[in-house]
């Protein structure tokens, strides 16, 4: 398999570790393994699923369209973008209620805050707060409920020297609002579209999941791969440790080739089983290909 990152299609190399934001599902520890199926070469690139960039950050391309349809998500990446200082401040504001008020009550504080007016400035310190990055809404009313983590938040000298390392790799892209359909329409020939989305199988209770419609996507592959641009999807694939295989229906031709990325165990599980550590539900993600 060919390493894109010696291409210039991308900014820069090397292995890229430190997140900037805590989140189930994210991919950033994945990423090489992933990246070594995209091709040699590519014109823009585009993650319409952004979420917490893991993929987008170790890639770091020159040139990509990076959305997703969660509004204070975006927020948080534009402001990396356009005013990162700003970024930095808005945590080190609310680490600062940890010293007065305790980590408990200081979590309690923000994520009430974000809840009467849902904000990226909250989010960003909630989702590196609580437990696991597992960012949870209800259904009903989007409420934020997931409970602060056992661990400390990280100080706020460690995340700007995050922030700054993520706007340098993130510097080529544009972060905008909107549905997934809509961005992929914006690929063409030679572009390069990785998908992360909501898995069937095990996120329904994560944000943006609720309404996600995998037949609405996989008609978006469809009219990208028809256009001459090339699509790499992550999509549920095995569980409890192999012996369970995820049935996502995919339509006949569509992709072309399939390789399954080791994951490792369910934080989620983890999460829905009070913290135990599970032996037993060791996860490998589908990535199908349509090039």
């Known amino acids: 398999m060919q390493d894109p990152r010696a ?3 991308v900014l820069r190399s090397g292995k890229f570790r430190a997140q900037l934001l805590k989140w189930i599902g994210n991919k950033q520890k994945q990423a090489d393994a992933i990246i070594g199926y995209f091709p040699k070469r590519f014109g823009t690139y585009f993650e319409p699923f952004v979420g917490s960039g893991g993929v987008l950050g170790v890639l770091a391309p020159r040139h990509a369209i990076a959305s997703d349809g969660f509004l204070p998500l975006i927020e948080i990446w534009r402001s990396l973008l356009i005013d990162k200082e700003q970024l930095k401040q808005d945590y080190a504001a609310r680490y600062g209620l940890v010293a007065k ?7 309690a504080r923000v994520r009430e805050s974000y809840n009467t007016h849902p904000n990226g400035a909250d989010l960003v310190f909630l989702c590196r707060t609580c437990y696991g990055g597992v960012v949870r809404f209800r259904k009903l009313d989007g409420y934020m409920s997931t409970p602060v983590g056992i661990h400390d938040p990280m100080p706020p000298g460690r995340f700007a020297a995050r922030v700054d390392a993520w706007h340098a790799r993130t510097k080529g892209t544009e972060f905008h609002h909107m549905d997934f359909s809509e961005a992929m329409r914006l690929a063409g020939r030679g572009d390069l579209v990785y998908c992360d989305p909501p898995y069937r199988d095990s996120q329904s209770i994560l944000y943006g999941a609720q309404s996600f419609s995998l037949d609405r996507l996989l008609q978006s592959i469809a009219e990208c791969k028809s256009r001459g641009a090339r699509v790499a999807l992550s999509i549920d694939g095995t569980k409890l440790s192999g012996r369970k295989l995820c049935d996502v229906p995919v339509p006949d031709g569509l992709f072309v080739r399939e390789a399954f990325i ?5 934080m989620l599980k983890r999460f829905q089983m009070d913290g135990r550590t ?7 993600d589908r990535l199908l290909l349509t090039y």
Do not use: N, P, T
Request: net charge negative.
């Open 7 to 9: 291409d210039s299609s």
């Open 101 to 107: 008020l305790g980590k408990q009550r200081a979590y």
């Open 278 to 284: 599970l032996e037993d539900h060791e996860v490998s």
């Open 262 to 266: 080791a994951v490792g165990r369910s």
